[in-house]
């Protein structure tokens, strides 16, 4: 297989009104996205404040992206992650994965990328924040849901369930 | 040097970002000292702080440059 495409973007904007790539060599795309969840452990939070040194983010997304190629090649892998804060129901993250043909394993990329902590990404949880007084009383664990859909011209759109870890610790 | 705050650090420094004037040379120490004296007690977060150079880790026995860009990296981070 050709060498990997890798884009990764860290954005303050909404994720929805993103265009992600098209690929025309490419006939089994994965979209996974990680959507802020409006309850944890019987508490509700109103959303999540994401923020991010950028530059150092970006490139360790791909690095982490790189290593996991390794074990699930595939021909791209799209990702965008939004900073700032997230009301319940947005997503944080979109991860894309394409590959000429086969699905196999493709939503493992998706799954181990989530599932891996980026230390230039901070996570702020609202409750432990003074100056984010407005969501006290609200939960502060991020969820992660899995909407994923897989394409492929011979089945059409699949769902795919895809159940993840919110992060290693 | 520019210092760059996130998360928690910011809201004890109140901003997300600073200057501070330091030697071509110093070490991590000299850093801290001189956020210390900008930011009273900002060395509480010191144990639990990684410092990144130019979007790099740092090592233990980092030489910094005035030019270099310095970023704290808290504790709670990871998305």
Redesign the interface.
Known sequence: MMNPEITVCVTTAPISSLPLPSRSDCGAVLDFFGVVRGEEKGEQIAGLEYEAYQPMAERQIEQIIRALLDQFPCRAVDVVHRIGFIAVGESSIVVRVASPRTMIRQDSIARQLTATRCVALMRTDPCESSARSRLVSVNCHRSVTANALAFSPARGFQPAQITLPCRKS | MNV?F???I??FTGCGSVEIETHDGVTADAVWIGLEQQFRGIEKFRGTT?L?RN??FASADERFVQSDEI?L??P????
Do not use: H, K, T, W
Not at chain 2, 76 to 79: A, I, L, N, R
């Open positions: 760059l996130f998360a928690q910011r809201d990684r990144a979007g790099v970023a990296i808290p709670v981070s990871g998305g």
